[in-house]
């Protein structure tokens, strides 16, 4: 419990460091001063060693074998396109003496189902090495990167400040009244001075006509919006691929049309989504499917991001420069029949019509179990999944709770769908998954509870449809296949005898669990917000995906848009790049499956 604490006030910490500085601009307007008084930190002796806490912390330097140490985090906002002429970082340095070692971050472990995975450490984008004795060697980093706060195009500037440790002469030096001074131009000109649309559909042509309600209705209530079919794409914008095309004209339609929100209403046979490669060292590679590729427009210099500036063929590297922040809110209806496109968009359109102000909206559903038991994994420590929505309750407390854990035997499918189908405007999960379902304990025991997609037929909400947040390996998995879902249940040999019958087709796509709750007729979801590959985390409960959950619900507001609230998660979550080697990757594989543009709890 007390690791979980830690966790949630350093999350806090975070959100409050990380309310984004918007300045007013005029034309002599050019500099950000800021000044950061930093209170005297705490030292505290524990068993592995002095552990420092401070005031102003947004969160920790968590290199494996490498101090613990606090940072400093602060992010600004300035206008898209501005170009940065100066940045001094100055204050004063105030000696520490200690007698116990700072304690250490421990190994990096990756937990992915019952597979635990040493890796070294490969993607952490600060200097570890020591200088002077000094860890790090660098008292700060500055960062940028292009994306969206809020509607506003904007370009980001990140600056975090590092206590020093100095192992030999065992003293600590701890900033003191930071002043941040950033001098800048400008543009002359603004991103985009028409106007007209504030989202785009994306779409094959076979889908328009079960569209235009959907269009019909957005546009009457607020949302201008058009569509683009991918045969008028590929026909008019040029690109390496298929992919590359649609990214650019989403980029078109930023700088021409104004839009804000992409919507992309098809499975991934018919508007692909960018195979991104990911390396974690130690011979340990992942290919996954990711749809902030379409999302993240520009670099941080404004640029168009590639995400293959090394032209390797292979996307998403940490050499490819690419900054994350989204450009636009992107959602994905992976919908692979006509008669999925005209479920979801009545969806759609009851939700916004029909929510607001009713009952059940202010109910919220939280399930988890002992995600890691300890006599399964040895070294984990309390019921993570239980203790994570423990901390969402206390982040979401305008919301009436309603828990089903395994502590208190209430997980099973009758009581979830039986909850759900007594409505509730958000349901948070967290705990082990896979592409057709969850298990929230760990381990393969026969005392393991699972909910898959077959036991989603059985919820009736009808029209009481909650946003839904897995936390969960491969739930949003839309490269599912047969010839994965047979592996649950058949062994590898007779898998591969039954591939060389070319009429089964094992290589076929099928609905993935976050997909299936949003595609249900008559209930389900609104939207899940899902992993397209494994999630991880160092440790058991550090790092990687432990961050997510927080960040999204962190951003809520009535009446938000649902896009808004998936973007802040993103942008909160690059904050940690430098020290979260997990980051990036976390970043990557949440996808939002639903429409950007809803307004979450319906439109008054």
Known sequence: MKKISIILITLTLIFNIFSIIVLTQSNQANTITDEIIISRPMFEEQQDGTVISL?????????????????????????????????QITYETQRYEITKQIATAHPRTLHIGDIEKEISDTHCNYDASYS?????SNPYTISQGSGLEGSEHVHFITINVFFQYDSF???????????????????????????????????????????????????????????????????EYSGTDHPEQIKYFIKDAVETQGISYVLIVAGILQVPMRTVYWDFGDGFEIDMLVDLYY???????????????NNNG????????????????????????????????DKIITYETETYGSEWFN?????????????RFPGAVGREGEEHTSNIMEIMDMFTHTVIWTSIGNFNKESINTEISNGAGFVFYSGHGFPNGICPEGGSTDSSIYYNSRDIKDLANDLKLPIMFL??????????????????????SLIDLLDHIPVLNLDRPIPCFAWKLVSKEDGGAIATIGSTHYIMSSGFDSGGCVHPPYFFFESYEQSIKLGEMHTSMINANIQLIPTDFLAAYTIMEHILLGDPSLTVGGNP
Request: with cysteine; hydrophobic share 35%.
């Open 55 to 87: 005031n102003e912390t947004s969160f920790f330097l968590n290199d494996p074998g490498q101090p613990i140490l606090p940072v400093i985090s602060r992010s600004y906002c300035i206008p898209f396109g501005s170009i940065i002429n100066d940045a």
């Open 295 to 309: 999302s993240d427009i520009y670099n941080g210099t404004g640029d168009f991001c590639s995400w293959d500036e």
């Open 132 to 136: 002077s004795n000094l860890y790090p």
């Open 363 to 375: 109910n919220m559903i939280l399930m988890a179990g002992d995600t890691f038991p300890e006599d």
């Open 169 to 235: 002469e065992h003293v600590v030096l701890v900033p003191q009244n930071i002043t941040i001074n950033i001098k800048y131009n400008q543009p002359e000109k603004g991103l985009s001075y028409n106007d007209p649309y504030d989202m785009v559909i994306i779409t094959p042509q076979s889908y328009v006509s079960e569209i235009q309600p959907l269009i019909v209705h957005k546009n009457n209530i607020g949302i201008s919006t058009y569509l683009m079919t991918t045969e008028d794409i590929y026909q």
């Open 471 to 492: 936390g969960a390996c491969s739930t949003a998995k839309l490269d599912f296949t047969v010839s994965e879902l047979l592996e649950s249940y058949l062994p590898r």
């Open 314 to 345: 292979l996307f998403g590297e940490e050499n490819d420069n690419i900054d994350f922040y989204p450009d636009v809110h992107l959602g994905r209806l992976a919908c692979d029949t006509i008669n999925e496109v005209s479920t979801v968009v």
